[in-house]
């Protein structure tokens, strides 16, 4: 085999290798901004945040189920409130970056009326996404979801099951108000949710 055959094909090797991280970087990252198809009614602002105003906004799915620590959750209970919809998972790195916003946002505002759930997904047990809770002070409830069948009940264009973390600010009447279907810093969170808290 000679040295010039081998030299192309580890090339090929690395560009193959940098390509699927990538990609997984994109699918545990950003994951793209576009839900799919179908009319949301969403504005994208500049900062990655999508909007819908207050008459132009689908309501959210039946999002029911087991809860991570083998209780029973359903997200109807909370209406009346600012609920705010967290996808994650333990082996995602992105989720990780922002669990800690999440935990100081809702400790900061769940006197006001903004409840927070997650959904984990794609993790294959229980005790991964218990763990990741435990690690990062987590006290909200989170939704067992391990093959995104609640993600799939999102009307079209609202969440692209690819793009994990999203998340989704479901006004006091159970419709959703906006989505990043990205990380979210503390400030980008809080904008998310501020708007929609003022609403009368």
């Known amino acids: 085999m000679s040295a010039a055959w081998i030299r192309p094909r580890r090339a090929a ?3 193959a290798g940098a390509a ?3 990609l997984l970087l994109s699918a545990c990252g950003s994951g ?8 949301t009614n969403f504005v994208m602002g500049e900062d990655g945040i999508s909007t819908a105003k207050k008459g132009d906004r689908a309501a959210a799915p039946d999002l ?3 809860t991570i620590d083998g209780g029973r959750l359903d997200v109807a209970d ?12 333990s082996w995602c790195a992105p989720c990780r970056a922002e669990a800690p916003n999440f935990q100081k946002v809702y400790d900061d505002l769940k006197a006001d009326g903004v409840q927070f759930v997650g959904i984990n997904t794609r993790d ?4 991964n996404a218990v763990a990741f809770d435990k690690q990062f002070g987590i006290t909200y409830p989170s939704l067992y979801d391990p093959t995104g069948k609640l993600m799939l009940r999102f009307k079209k ?4 099951p690819q793009a994990i973390p999203s998340t989704l600010v479901v006004d006091r009447e159970g419709k959703i108000a906006a989505r990043s ?7 980008k969170l809080r904008k998310m949710i501020t708007p929609v808290l003022a609403e009368k």
């Open 32 to 39: 793209g901004t576009s839900g799919g198809g179908g009319d």
């Open 64 to 66: 029911s189920g087991k």
């Open 13 to 15: 090797v690395i560009g």
């Open 124 to 127: 294959t047990k229980t005790s």
């Open 78 to 89: 909370y209406k009346g409130k600012v609920v705010v919809i967290n996808v994650w998972g």
């Open 157 to 160: 264009g609202t969440l692209n």
């Open 181 to 187: 279907l990205a990380a979210l810093s503390e400030d």
């Open 20 to 22: 699927v991280a990538a």
